[in-house]
């Protein structure tokens, strides 16, 4: 009796620990675990996929798409719920829109995990075979995926994104913020045998599409200068080039082309070579369009006038022990400084820029941006090189002026001569313009920042009458057009290859706007390595005349060369009158009252007078009056004010 009573309670005992042990246990995982019990259950029945925004689209500057988002499907497999891996591997890769072997897919669906892509972005017909199949495991998500409807057009502008819809470059990469939106999320609820029964449920959160971002890029302007770099490519058989086509008072955008191109729907096919936007990235010596900048220098550091006369000697120049000669073989001997640059002559560009010196030189030059970015709101711009003065050689003062010992991006010269065109302010380059949400409603309108200035309104007007006659009567004459006068200046420059000019390599370039006096377009273009011919006279030229003629034609600005348009209204017809006032009888002072700086000059110039001015703006008093005898100096001082115009050149558009 004792015993088996001693036994019961033993087995009393166990029980009751046993008890203890179960209800601790169920207390541990009811209570202290029971939050990391119910997130694990709800793993093995939940699946949270990332779904992305809808991509803004990329627009021109009138409204036309560059970029949108159209849909698309993409196929992901839950391996643990795959049964018959091979089978559905097999299945599967007769699904030739899939372009996966069996191999690859059993790869892909192998291991233990819940989430594996197949195929990103298939198009809709191959996503509904893989759903004809309804196999075990295998799901199709509806995504979306980037298209450029344009192909090449302006595909170096615009970049591209990857296969998760994230700009890799270009606009595409610049404007992530506002063209990306948002992701958000969902849950894929499954059953027991692990087939999707719902999707939503607890921590849904849509996503937020992006907004659309409108360009300066015009399309119709982006194909002219598209296509005229192609035929100047083709034509001189070169091995690249740009362009690049800018309102020079705003600093907008109207085109930047690149050659070699690619097609942005299929950017791998092509090699990252092509992906360069050269209008900003690349680096090159300048040559003689940076002459443009050495006459500006001397022109507002006051050691040169239009009609001084220069000794250009026989044809070169020693400096620091290295001769340096004209293109081509010239021997120019005494020319004007506006000779000098409508002959594009070396010689007479040095001596200029030594009587500016080194120190009033190297400011010149960065003051008009050189050395740095412009600001230029796309990725990957170059800076440039140029050396400050304490790293001059003997050599530098003179073969910088003329576009030697630096690098430059044909954006930067394109910038630097909008800055002579618009009569003396730096304008900062953009592309964007506008933001727009779904709505139309405008969420940014950009406004370009206030432009410094670089040189005076009167050197812009004497530069620009220079940069005139190199068109009229100089090596530019083939960029000359038939309604409208040309401003610019040519360029030819050796390419440099292990620290030497190489013979056979040259750039040649051509920079100038249009019209002249009531500039709209500044244009660049910049040939690399032509094979026929090597002058930019004879190559860059041609295409900037291609553009030009083009281009105003689309923006339908009048002709303004007098007498070109029969057709223009009595009030037009005044102001262009007055443009032009009636011309002096000969050795007397003309009329400059109501002029602006560049007009004046212009009348000046045409009389044989020098010019100095005070102020800004228009011509209210000139001395010595108009009608007088012009006197031995041949100089009228003019006084300048601001004050209300009326314009003389219309036109729709950008």
């Not at 020319?335 to 010689?347: D, P, Q």
């Not at 592309?431 to 727009?436: F, L, Q």
């Not at 009888?585 to 007078?609: K, Q």
Request: glycine residues 10%; contains cysteine.
């Amino acid at each position: 009796m004792t015993i088996s009573r001693k036994r019961l309670l033993m087995v009393g005992a166990c029980l009751v620990a046993w008890t203890i042990v179960v209800v601790g246990r169920l207390a541990q995982v009811q209570i202290l675990r029971h939050d990391d019990y119910v997130a694990k259950a709800a793993r093995q029945h939940e699946r949270t996929i990332e779904l992305t925004p809808v991509r803004g689209s990329i627009l021109d500057a009138r409204g036309r798409i560059l970029a949108e988002s159209v849909p698309a499907f993409s196929i992901y497999a839950d391996p643990k719920a795959i049964t018959d891996r091979r089978g559905t591997a097999k299945r599967l890769a007769a699904i030739k829109g899939l372009g996966l072997t069996r191999a690859q897919l059993e790869q892909k669906i192998k291991g233990d995990s819940e989430f594996a892509w197949i195929a990103r972005q298939v198009p809709d017909d191959v996503a509904r075979e893989v759903r004809k199949l309804d196999l075990q495991g295998i799901f199709a998500l509806e995504e979306h995926v980037r298209a450029y409807p344009k192909g090449r057009l302006a595909a170096s502008v615009l970049g591209f994104v990857n296969v998760d819809g994230e700009g890799l470059a270009g606009a595409e990469l610049a404007f992530e913020e506002s063209l990306g939106g948002r992701a958000g999320r969902v849950t894929v609820l499954r059953d027991a045998r692990r087939g999707v029964y719902l999707v939503g449920g607890e921590g849904q959160n849509a996503p937020v599409d992006g907004v659309s971002v409108e360009l300066t890029i015009d399309e119709v302007v982006q194909y002219i200068g598209e296509t005229a770099l192609k035929d100047a490519i083709r034509t001189s058989r070169a091995a690249g080039g740009s362009v690049v086509v800018m309102e020079p008072n705003t600093g907008a955008i109207l085109a930047l082309a690149s050659y070699p191109d690619f097609d942005p729907n299929r950017f791998r096919d092509f090699s990252k070579n092509a992906w360069r936007n050269r209008a900003i990235q690349d680096s090159y010596e300048p040559g003689s369009t940076f002459k443009i900048i050495s006459g500006a220098a001397a022109l507002e550091e006051g050691r040169v006038t239009p009609s001084q006369m220069i000794d250009c000697g026989t044809g070169s120049i020693e400096i620091a022990g290295t001769r340096i000669r004209e293109h081509g073989g010239h021997a120019y001997g005494y020319l004007t400084f506006e000779e000098v640059m409508a002959h594009s002559s070396n010689v007479g560009t040095i001596k200029v820029a030594l009587a500016v010196g080194p120190e009033a030189f190297y400011r010149r030059v960065t003051s008009f941006g050189f050395g740095s970015k412009s600001g230029i709101d796309l990725p990957g711009e170059a800076s440039g090189i140029l050396r400050a003065p304490k790293r001059w050689s003997a050599l530098s003062n003179a073969v910088l002026s003329i576009g030697q010992e630096l690098a430059v991006t044909p954006l930067q010269i394109a910038r630097a001569t909008a800055a002579i065109a618009n009569g003396g302010t730096l304008p900062t380059p953009h592309v964007i313009s506008r933001v727009i949400d779904k709505e139309g409603n405008v969420v940014v309108d950009y406004r370009p920042p206030p432009a410094p200035r670089v040189v005076s309104e009167k050197t812009a007007a004497v530069l620009n009458e220079i940069l005139k006659g190199v068109v009229s009567r100089g090596t530019g004459s083939r960029a000359a057009l038939e309604d409208h006068i040309v401003a610019g200046k040519t360029g030819t420059a050796q390419k440099a290859e292990n620290g030497r000019y190489a013979p056979d390599k040259t750039i040649a370039s051509f920079v100038g706007y249009v019209p002249a006096d009531r500039p709209r377009l500044v244009i660049l273009v910049v040939v690399d390595e032509p094979t026929i011919g090597q002058y930019g006279g004879e190559i860059a030229a041609p295409a900037f005349r291609q553009i030009a003629e083009a281009t105003l034609r689309y923006l339908r600005v009048e002709p303004s060369i007098p007498g070109r348009n029969l057709d223009v209204e009595p009030p037009r017809l005044e102001a262009r009158a007055r443009l032009a006032p009636p011309a002096a009888p000969r050795g007397s002072v003309p009329d400059f009252r109501g002029l602006d700086a560049r007009e004046a000059i212009a009348v000046a110039t045409a009389a044989g007078l020098r010019v100095t001015t005070t102020g800004e703006g228009f011509v209210s008093n000139q001395s010595p009056e108009s009608g007088a005898p012009a006197g031995e100096k041949k100089t009228v001082r003019l006084t300048l004010l601001a004050a209300p115009r009326v314009e003389t050149t219309g036109g729709e558009g950008r």
